[in-house]
Structure formats: structure tokens, C-alpha cells
């Protein structure tokens, strides 16, 4: 029986690097050795520790910090609900001025109302009542103007100033033009 010594032999090669930094094989520097091969249970993803708990003293520090925020919030809240303001009072003078522009354009046989009254009536209550309508009827055509003051809510500023709207309205080329009233001949109410 051959001896065992001899079947334990180290062989030792040497294999020439092409470039420096590279290992013998592509991909694999000596530097830089294989991942060792993990079990199934390394695989599992790994419990994070618990966050530290917190102290008294970390809550007071919140506390601050958002008193500092406040006041921030507070300011940009106060300028989103002044914007929204001037655009209602805006929407509500070109609502004026277009009921008031379609009365002045109508025969005036025909009108219910003065135009500045229906311009006036389209409106908001609390917007109307800084509101003022100028009616121009000339030619073929009749024009309103609806000016509306816009309220504010920051303390400190007064007015942000009106708010104007025009509207222009054709008229009829013949009066009448609308057709008989249809209450015409009946009984007064």
C-alpha cells in the first residue's frame, strides 16, 4: 500500500497578473475577497434596536421647536385665507358687473329693475355692501363696471384696495326684441 504522506501534497502556482490591481480571476481582486455564504437564517432581515427612549428633556426641545414654527404657520395660513378673499371679491365683481351689463342691455320696457340694482342683487350680501356699479348705455351696446373692495384679515393693513370688473352686453336691435312680457295683462299680484 502506498504511503498516505504522499497524496498530501501542495501544489503552489503562479499565475501572471496582466494588470496590476487584478486578481488571477475577472472580477475578483485580491483585495477585495468572496462574501463568505450565508445560512438561511441570515438571510432573515435584522431586528433594528429600539429607538432610545424618549427623555423629558427631548420633549421639552420639541416643544420649543414648534413655538418657533408657529409663527410661520400662522403667517402663511393668514396669506392663503387673504388670497382666497381677493379672489371671491373678484369673482363677485365680474358677477355684478355681468348681471348689471345684461339688465342695461335689455329694452327698457322690458327691465324689472335698474341695472345697478341687479348688479348689486347678484352679489354676496357682505360684498355688496361695498360695492359700486357704474352703467353705461350708449349705441348698440351696454358696459357695466362693478368695483368691489376687498376685505382684509391681516392685522395691521386696512384695504388691499378694489377689486374691478367690466362686462359689456350687445343691445337689442329692435325693442321689444325679447318678445312680449309675459305678465303683461294680467292681474296685479
Do not use: C, N
Amino acid at each position: 500500500m502506498p504511503d498516505a504522506g504522499l497524496w498530501k501534497a501542495t501544489v503552489h502556482l503562479e499565475v501572471p497578473v496582466l494588470f496590476p490591481g487584478a486578481g488571477a480571476f475577472p472580477g475578483r481582486s485580491p483585495a477585495r475577497p468572496a462574501p463568505p455564504r450565508r445560512s438561511e437564517d441570515e438571510h432573515r432581515p435584522q431586528r433594528r434596536p429600539a429607538p432610545p427612549a424618549v427623555t423629558r428633556r427631548d420633549r421639552g426641545q420639541v416643544s420649543i421647536e414648534f413655538l418657533g414654527f408657529l409663527p410661520i404657520l400662522l403667517v402663511v395660513a393668514l396669506a392663503v385665507v387673504q388670497l382666497g378673499l381677493a379672489a371671491y371679491a373678484v369673482q363677485q365683481a365680474g358677477t355684478g358687473a355681468r348681471a348689471a351689463a345684461r339688465t342695461a342691455s335689455m329694452d327698457p320696457a322690458d327691465r324689472e329693475t335698474d341695472p345697478r340694482s341687479a348688479g348689486l342683487a347678484a352679489m354676496s350680501g357682505w360684498v355688496a355692501r361695498g360695492a359700486g356699479i357704474t352703467v353705461s348705455e350708449g349705441g348698440d351696446e351696454a358696459r357695466a363696471t362693478a368695483r368691489v373692495r376687498i376685505p382684509s384679515i391681516v392685522p395691521g393693513i386696512d384695504d388691499f384696495g378694489p377689486a374691478t370688473r367690466s362686462a359689456t352686453m350687445p343691445r337689442p336691435a329692435t325693442p321689444r326684441a325679447l318678445g312680449p312680457r309675459t305678465d303683461e295683462g294680467a292681474a296685479p299680484r
